[in-house]
């Protein structure tokens, strides 16, 4: 049995996962999927922490997991992320010289936020430095998070941020020679990262998803929210479908990622004038609208690639339902890949 799981506390479903390798091969152990909670984890309300810890424990229980060493993944958009370059020391110089740095490059009170950094890539003795990955959450958040692991009797070996699980699960995609985006696109948040050489080096999350597609297509055709989910799904960016009316009323928040997109490309290049962006790799539920990837490609002269974690480790015993949502479950792949690879 593999020694942790993956749990991804997504906005519109939890999912737990474990993977074992075995004659280096990959297989799904366990498998546990269910709907969010409507009132989040974030609930100030007893009654809702509680109906959010039972439904958490249902989904591991219904996977019939057993390990109590959990990865977790905290959503990006509410922890700060920054990248910053220090000189290669040991890992204790390193964290004798970032407890008093910290400061300098979290832009919040220390006092109201926990902070943590790990070393990006693997700094060899010739490298004179290394990248840093400075993460801060606010106190307020993991004491959530503490708290449903104390309720569900589960233990954290790791706590990291969406985006390093989702680089994790999609790794093998990833250009090392080049520079790569990946942008994963959830319910509430799309997250944009920058890879240079293997490494992620820019972190973005913006406040767009899948829910504010399906709102618009409701609001613009007048139809159910659920009814607009399933349009969206089916049709997408389809002109035939409708005389294109969902891909049209789609079109603004789509054009307002891309325009998120543009930026970071435009950031990424001012600071680094002699690096190229060759392809975006796309992640997340919200990725597997229909031509999503040939619209990016064609708006923005790149390529663009669709990341499945189950299809690039080869991972075996992945049910059908599971199969068909693939991009969706990215972030849990990374977690439960992180000890089994
Ligand atoms: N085929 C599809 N076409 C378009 N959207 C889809 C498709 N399949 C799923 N989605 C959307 O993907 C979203 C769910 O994706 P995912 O499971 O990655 O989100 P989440 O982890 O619950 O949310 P978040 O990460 O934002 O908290 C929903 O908004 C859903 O409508
Ligand atoms: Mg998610």
Known sequence: MSATFGLDIGTTSIKALSIKKSGGSFAIESLGIAPSPAKGIISESPEDNKIFSDAVRSVISSANIKQKEVNIALPESQVYTKIIEMPALSEKELAAALKYEMEQYIPLPLDQVKTDWQVLGSSTSQNKSTKILLVAASLVLIKKYETLMDELGLVPATIETEMLSTHRSL??????QSSNMIVHMGAVTTNIAVVENGEIIMVFSIDKGGIAITRAISLDLGIEFNQADSYKKAYGLNKDAFEGKI??????????????????????????????????ILSGGSAQLPG????????????????????????????????????????VAGLALKDAL
């Open 292 to 331: 999503i990837d040939i619209y990016l490609a064609n708006q923005l002269n790149i390529q663009v690639v669709l990341g499945n974690a189950f299809q690039v480790y080869g991972i075996k015993n992945v049910p059908q339902e599971v199969e068909s949502d693939a991009l969706s479950f990215n972030v």
């Open 247 to 280: 891909g049209k009323s789609l079109f603004p928040i789509l054009e307002s990622i891309l325009g998120d997109i543009r930026k970071t490309i435009l950031l990424y290049k001012e600071k680094n004038p002699n690096q190229q962006i060759t392809q975006i």
């Open 171 to 176: 790794f093998p995609l990833v250009n090392t």
